[in-house]
């Protein structure tokens, strides 16, 4: 069965969000719009090719907005993703960026670590989502005032007060124009326009990152219950979206070399790893975030070492 034919149902004021949705990416694409003529917009969509993402794009495309869309391929994604960023590439209007890790930092951590280093350690999972996540993701943004993401409240309780513009980030301002959608709602979307998205959402994947730390889910499993699913829910988080709003769960840090990143981190210290990452039952949703918004301090010696 087809992930819209599950999902697709808009709720009763689903247009009035939909309005709303496009006022925000039309304000981004206005208020950050390329300084010269014909040159970049300072403003990007983080597509993880996931169903929120590609709505966002279709609209980016469909309303012909001036809003750049970035894709961070880690080299440890499913070959359904590869397959959509190939074809987004190929049919946005948009221009589509991909940003892979630097070979030479995947190389040596590959060599010392292992290939599915992730499993070991929620260190050493983290220095990958470093490495291949984060470090690109500067890249991404070196150049953007503020980018789109397509967080959800609904997602998780870490996401529960996302806000439509969060201005947490002097350097840079983040827009979440389906903060306040359901899932119902953005499949109703992908339906009513034919959107295209991640076969493997109709394979029970409703959150999708990389191969080895995403699975299916089961029937009345927490959404994000497949990512990361081996560990403490308190240590899931890589580095993307972590808000210092779940304060008892992230200490707020620092910002990057390049001053750029508000800096939010998991606790490691409160982490725990469970063993074996046989599929299960996830623990304490709440705390549960993809990592691509956590502005994640560099990593402590040793952590990649
Ligand atoms: S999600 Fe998994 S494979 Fe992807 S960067 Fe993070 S640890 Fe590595």
């Known amino acids: 069965m087809k992930a819209t034919e ?10 009035t969000k939909l309005a709303r949705t496009q006022e925000l990416l039309e304000q981004a694409a206005r208020d950050y719009a390329p300084v010269m003529p014909g040159g970049p917009s300072l ?15 279709h609209l980016i495309n469909t309303l012909h907005l001036n809003i750049g869309i970035f ?22 209007r948009a221009p589509v960026e991909i940003f892979q890790p630097q070979t030479e930092a995947v190389v ?7 290939k599915d280093a992730m499993y070991k350690s929620i260190e050493l999972r983290k220095a990958c989502c470093q490495i291949r996540k984060m470090e690109p993701l500067e890249r991404a943004l070196a150049d953007k005032r503020a980018w789109v993401t397509g967080l959800r409240r609904e997602q998780s309780g870490a996401r529960a007060e996302v806000p439509f513009i969060d201005d947490s980030n002097a350097h ?14 953005v499949w109703f979307y992908i339906q009513q326009n034919n959107v295209a998205y991640n076969q493997l959402h109709d394979q029970f994947y409703p959150s999708i990152g990389c191969e080895p730390c995403t699975r299916a889910i089961s029937l009345g499993e ?25 304060s008892h769960e992230v200490a707020v840090s620092q910002s990057d070399t390049h001053g750029a990143f508000v800096s939010a981190q998991a606790d490691f210290s409160a982490a725990e790893v469970k063993g074996s990452p ?14 691509l918004h956590v502005q994640q301090e560099p990593l402590k010696q040793g952590a990649q070492a």
């Not at 403003?43 to 794009?57: F, I, N, R, Y």
């Not at 979440?176 to 119902?184: I, Q, R, S, V």
């Not at 046989?278 to 990592?291: F, I, T, Y």
Request: contains cysteine.
């Open 172 to 185: 840079r301002l983040k827009f979440n124009p389906l903060a306040e959608w359901t899932w119902g709602d």
């Open 71 to 92: 894709v961070l391929d880690t080299g440890r994604l499913h070959t359904q993703t590869l397959e959509l960023m190939h074809q987004l590439k190929a049919t946005s």
């Open 278 to 291: 046989e599929p299960g039952r996830s623990q304490n949703e709440n705390a549960k975030e993809c990592g």
């Open 222 to 246: 927490d959404f994000r219950a497949g990512r990361w699913w081996w560990e403490n829910e308190s240590a899931k988080e890589c580095g993307l979206h972590v808000k210092p709003h779940s």
């Open 43 to 57: 403003v990007s969509l983080a597509c993880s090719l996931g169903a929120e993402d590609m709505v966002l794009a």
């Open 6 to 15: 599950i999902n697709a149902r808009a709720s009763s004021d689903y247009a």
């Open 108 to 114: 040596t951590f590959v060599q010392r670590e292992g």
